[in-house]
């Protein structure tokens, strides 16, 4: 494989220049933490390295140095399509580089040959409750492939460590593979009568998943390809990202790694706020009598939940300070393709009003909106309208990420995570002595 031979060459070259690094720079300091940082979440405390992207406050991401407009315009698209393909950003995330249409090609082909889902998850998955949650099926269904894992198997038969990567790109070139199956199946199971859609081999990664999904509108496929691209990564201290990058560092394999990625990504104050924005939104609508509430029901409203406690989802953020560039992105998209969408119109209309109300009431350090305050919309449009789905595409999407990032802490030879906890008592005793 093309990319494989591509990472062995990057992998030489960035093994010398982290050792040059460490050497030159080893003993100097990034962060200090303050007594607040290590009670409050440890926000902005530096303690990690993370190669595929990162996120500035006020700007937003940059995948391997590239904005999401840069993205957008320079990633390969579908024939006839606009929107990045998502095999593209994976390459980009993985190797650094902005690939060629062939790379792309490969990439696409390569999973479709690894896509087949084993029988034994779909048995293991139909014995669920009915009303399991998606994330919790599709974290599962990842964990159940675990016996899968060939960096597993390596390991138990005895491998260098300088070799680790290799057999964890091919458990994450799988997984990748693999990933939207699960969570078409989940969907066609839990929603529309275990009434299963066979792969297309003719489509990419994004079009195939939306034709198993059973929307096979081609505007869709285009909102697919950008949603699983601008979902992709967001640095490595959020919570997927961390802890995928975490339990991996025990050499837990991807499948044990990702699949505690996607049970912090189905948190309301992660990736599951994307459910509960449009869950919020329909409540909304439905208590105010239907159609489009005017400006001033919806700043009663947002009151009322704050009012009695509760977050605003989709606004805030523990890093960014401006509106996420991942919603323009969306929004964007919203304004050429379903610009009198009713929930679109609602959604902006949210974007006038949230920011003020969040800065009066004080207490959130950003107002404006992040992702998740516009992909259900989108979702909704194209008649994907069980919300509960939705962290699920979001975790087909951070997989791109967090797994880039899983193969290079492997090849980098990165050590078990394992910082140091103190007590109340410890802290106490620091600065008012015993
Ligand atoms: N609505 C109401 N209050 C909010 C708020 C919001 N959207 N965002 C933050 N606050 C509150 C916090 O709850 C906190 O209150 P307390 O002091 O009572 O604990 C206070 O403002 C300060 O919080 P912060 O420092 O601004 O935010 P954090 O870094 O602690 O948390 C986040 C960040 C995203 C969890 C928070 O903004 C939030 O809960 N937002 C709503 C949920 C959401 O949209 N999450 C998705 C984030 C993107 C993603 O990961 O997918």
């Not at 300088?162 to 969570?183: C, G, I, R, S």
């Amino acid at each position: 494989m093309k990319l494989k031979e591509k990472l062995v060459k990057k992998i030489g070259p960035m093994r010398e220049e982290v050792r040059s690094v460490i050497e030159k720079h080893g003993d100097k300091t990034i962060s200090e933490v303050t007594v607040k940082q290590a009670y409050g979440g440890m926000r902005g405390v530096k303690c990690m390295v993370w190669e595929p992207s990162a996120l500035d406050p006020m700007e937003g991401i940059r995948f391997r140095g590239y904005t999401i407009p840069e993205v957008r315009e320079k990633l390969p698209k579908a024939p006839g399509g606009e929107e990045p393909l998502p095999e593209g950003i994976f390459y980009l995330l993985l190797i650094g580089e902005i690939p060629t249409e062939e790379d792309v090609k490969e990439i696409t082909q390569e999973w479709q040959k690894r896509g087949e889902l084993p029988q034994y998850i779909k048995d293991a998955l139909r014995a669920l409750p009915e009303d399991t949650h998606p994330m919790t099926q599709f974290s599962l269904g990842i964990l159940c492939m675990q016996r899968e894992s060939i960096f597993a198997r390596r390991y138990r038969e005895g491998l260098s460590k300088t070799e680790y990567w290799e057999p964890v790109f091919e458990d994450v070139m799988n997984l990748l593979a693999k990933l939207p199956h699960l969570a078409a199946f989940i969907y066609r199971k839990t929603y529309k009568n275990d009434e299963q859609i066979p792969p297309d081999p003719e489509l990419d990664w994004a079009g195939n998943f939306a034709h198993m999904l059973g929307i096979e509108d081609d505007e869709f496929k285009e909102l697919l390809r950008l949603y699983l691209v601008l979902h992709s990564d967001h640095e490595g201290g959020n919570v997927s990202a961390h802890s995928t990058h975490l339990v991996g560092s025990a050499l837990s394999d991807p499948y044990y790694a990702l699949s505690a990625g996607m049970n912090g990504l189905a948190g309301p104050l992660h990736g599951l706020a994307n459910q509960e924005v449009i869950r919020w939104i329909l409540k909304m609508k439905e208590e105010l009598g239907g159609g489009v509430p005017t400006k001033e029901q919806i700043s009663q409203y947002v009151w009322d939940t704050l009012n009695k406690g509760q977050v605003i989802p989709g606004y805030g953020h523990a890093v960014l300070r401006k509106t996420d560039p991942r919603y323009i992105a969306q929004r964007e998209f919203a304004l050429k393709h379903l610009p009198d969408d009713e929930i679109f119109k609602i959604v902006s209309l949210l974007y006038e009003v949230v920011p003020g109300i969040l800065m009066e009431h004080g207490k959130a350090k950003n107002p404006w909106p992040n992702v998740d305050a516009h992909s259900g919309c989108l979702l909704l449009h194209y008649g994907l309208k069980e919300y509960d789905f939705y962290t699920v595409l979001f975790g087909v999407s951070r997989a791109l990420g967090v797994l880039a990032a899983l193969i290079w802490s492997r090849a980098l030879g990165l050590p078990i995570e394992r910082p140091k906890s103190v007590t109340t008592e410890w802290i106490k005793q620091q600065f008012e002595g015993s």
